[in-house]
C-alpha cells in the first residue's frame, strides 16, 4: 500500500508509468469496456522519453490500469455472508500471486495502490479466444483452454492453504440454489406458464446433486472472452487469462459448461468439437492418474452444469438488464437452447424441459 491520494485516474496512471519505468511516461489512454462489474479499465500507452532504451529497460509498449471499484466481491458473498469482511487486500492480488506460482498465464503486475484502489499490470492483448476461434482451428484452440484449465484443477487444487480466499467459498449446494433462485425471482419469463411451486422441487434436486458433486479450484468465469491468444514468430500459440478474483471450488465440469456454453458460444462449438474437447479433458485426468470418474458420469456431471448454467445466465442477465447495464438480453435465448438441449438428453427435470419448451 502506498501513497493514499485522491487524484484522478491519469494522474495516477502517469505518475505509475513513471515510477515502474524511469524514463517513460504514459500517453493516450483508450477506455476498455469491461464485463458486468463495477471494474473500468484503460489501455495506457507508454513512450520512453529518448533517454532510454525501451528494449534495454523492458518498457512495455502498453500496460493497462484497473480501477477496482467500491467493491472486491461479488453479489453472493455477500448475500450469502461467505467470507469476514474486511478483506486484507483484494482478491485479484491474492489470486494473481496463487496463479502465477502454479503456472498460470496470467497478466502480471507493475504496480498496486490499495488506498487508490488502482492497479497497473500487464496488457495481455485484444484477441480474445472466441474471436480467435471464429477464424478456424477452434477445436485446437479450446484444447488449449483445457491445458491451462488443468493447471487450476490439478495444480491448483494440490497446492491450496485453507485460509486462501478461494479455497474458503464453494461452489455448493447453497450457492447454486441461490443462483436457481435469480432464474425464479428474474428469468422466469424463459419459462412461461410454469408456476413456483412446480419448478422449485426439480431446482433443489439439481442444486443438490451439482452440490455432491467433487469440488477442484476454479476460475469460475472461465469462457472466452477472459481468455486472449498471442501467436509466436514461430506460430506457436498461446494463452493469457484475466477475470480470475472470483476464483473458488467448484465441480470440475462447471468451468467446462462456462467455457463450452457461455452466451453464444455454439456459434463456434459445435456439438462434435465440444464432444471431443470433454473427451481430451477426461481423457488427460485419466492419462495423469487424476480423476477415477467414469467418462458416462463426467458427461451427466457436465450435462447438470450446463443446465444450471444456463438458467443462472437467465437470471444473472435479466438482473443486468433491469439495473440499466444493456446488452445482455441478447444472449438470454442462448442460454434457453443451451439448457434445452441438455435437457432433452435426459428424461429427468420433466417440469423444467416442458417450461423451457418452443
Given amino acids: 500500500m502506498t501513497d493514499a491520494i485522491a487524484v484522478s485516474p491519469e494522474s495516477w496512471i502517469a505518475a505509475r508509468v513513471a515510477k515502474c519505468w524511469p524514463g517513460a511516461r504514459s500517453r493516450a489512454l483508450v477506455a476498455i469496456k469491461g464485463d458486468a462489474s463495477s471494474r473500468r479499465f484503460w489501455r495506457v500507452g507508454i513512450e520512453t522519453t529518448g533517454l532510454h ?15 477496482l471499484g467500491p467493491d472486491d466481491l461479488p453479489l453472493y458473498v455477500h448475500a450469502l455472508r461467505l467470507l469476514p469482511e474486511p478483506l486484507p487486500e483484494p482478491p485479484w492480488l491474492s489470486v494473481q500471486r496463487f496463479l502465477e506460482a502454479i503456472g498460470v498465464a496470467v497478466p502480471r503486475l507493475y504496480a498496486a495502490d490499495l488506498d487508490a484502489r488502482m492497479l ?20 485446437d484452440l479450446y484444447r488449449l ?12 487444487t494440490r497446492r491450496l492453504e485453507p485460509d486462501f480466499i478461494a479455497a474458503r467459498v464453494a461452489y455448493d449446494e447453497r ?3 441461490w443462483e436457481l433462485e435469480q432464474f425464479l425471482e428474474l428469468g422466469a419469463a424463459a419459462a412461461p406458464g410454469v408456476s413456483r411451486a412446480a419448478i422449485m422441487p426439480e431446482l433443489d434436486e439439481l442444486a443438490a446433486r451439482l ?5 477442484v479450484f476454479s476460475h469460475r468465469d472461465y469462457h472466452g472472452h477472459n481468455l486472449f ?18 476464483a473458488l471450488m467448484a465441480p470440475a465440469a462447471q468451468d467446462l459448461a462456462v467455457l463450452l456454453t457461455t452466451r453464444d458460444t455454439a456459434r463456434i ?13 477426461h481423457a488427460t ?69 416442458a417450461g423451457l419448451r418452443e
Fill in 53 to 67: 532504451d525501451a528494449k534495454t529497460n523492458d518498457v512495455p509498449a502498453t500496460a493497462i490500469a484497473i480501477d
Fill in 229 to 246: 491468444v498471442q501467436f509466436a514468430s514461430e506460430g506457436a500459440s498461446r494463452l493469457r487469462v484475466i477475470d480470475f478474483q472470483d
Fill in 269 to 281: 462449438i459445435a456439438p462434435r468439437t465440444e464432444q471431443r474437447v470433454l473427451d481430451y479433458y
Fill in 285 to 353: 485426468l485419466i492419462r495423469r492418474a487424476a480423476t477415477a470418474m467414469p467418462l458416462a458420469d463426467f458427461l451427466v456431471s457436465y450435462r447438470l452444469c450446463v443446465i444450471q448454467h444456463a438458467l443462472k445466465v437467465i437470471g444473472r442477465f435479466s438482473y443486468l438488464e433491469r439495473n440499466g447495464k444493456r446488452g445482455y438480453a441478447r444472449y438470454i435465448p442462448d442460454a434457453i437452447a443451451q439448457a434445452r438441449r441438455m435437457l432433452a438428453q435426459s428424461p429427468e427435470f420433466p417440469v423444467l424441459r
Fill in 211 to 215: 452440490g455432491r458433486l467433487p469440488r
Fill in 120 to 139: 497497473l499490470v500487464e496488457d495481455v492483448g485484444e484477441l480474445a479466444l472466441f474471436d480467435a476461434a471464429q477464424r478456424g482451428d477452434a477445436a
Fill in 175 to 177: 450457492l447454486f440454489r
Fill in 145 to 156: 483452454a483445457i491445458d491451462q484449465l488443468l493447471r487450476f484443477h490439478l495444480e491448483g
